[in-house]
Structure formats: C-alpha cells, structure tokens
C-alpha cells in the first residue's frame, strides 16, 4: 500500500504542524482513489490541544484535492471519537 508523492507531501505537512502536539497521522490504507488514516496520539501528553477530526478532515480534504485529485475518499479514524476513550491525566 503506497500513496502518491504528491499525496504523502500533503499528509507530512500536517504531521509536521501535529507533531508540536505530539499527534500523527499514519496511513493505514490507500488505493488510487481512496486514502485511511489513523491519528496517533499515543505521544501526545495534550491530545485536546490536536485540532477537532473535523477540521483536520476539512484541511486534508483541500490539501488533497490540490495535490493529489484522484483521491476522492478520505477516512481518518480518531480515538478521541472512540466509544469510552479517555484523555489520559497531565
């Protein structure tokens, strides 16, 4: 499973702004039209600092239309969305 160039420079664009809250996004799945990412917030000692997964999913969904248009289908999992998940104490 690989992405386009143009499409993984979209993603590490905005790992490299996530990354000063300790957030990542990982690809867990791609084909040519389609892209799965998962938020890694397993070394983020803020992950309510990490923008809102709609936002996030609004800012890719641009990125990506611009740097890569045969992706038409974005889905990014948060666990901050996850049934029963907890934000871990400071």
């Known amino acids: 499973m690989t992405i386009s160039a143009p499409a993984a420079a979209a993603v ?3 790992n490299e702004i996530m ?5 990542e996004l990982l690809v867990a799945d791609a ?4 892209i799965h990412l998962e938020l ?4 983020s000692s803020c992950p309510e600092c990490v923008v809102p ?11 990506l239309a611009l740097s890569d248009p045969d992706i ?4 990014l999992h948060d666990p901050r969305e996850d049934p029963g998940y ?3 104490p400071h």
Request: charged share 25%; aromatic share 2%.
């Open 53 to 63: 997964r709609s936002l996030m999913l609004d800012i890719l969904t641009a990125n």
């Open 31 to 34: 084909s040519p039209g389609s």
């Open 40 to 43: 890694d917030l397993s070394r």
């Open 12 to 14: 590490s664009e905005l």
């Open 72 to 75: 038409r289908h974005i889905e």
């Open 19 to 23: 990354a000063f809250d300790g957030a």
């Open 86 to 88: 907890q934000l871990a």
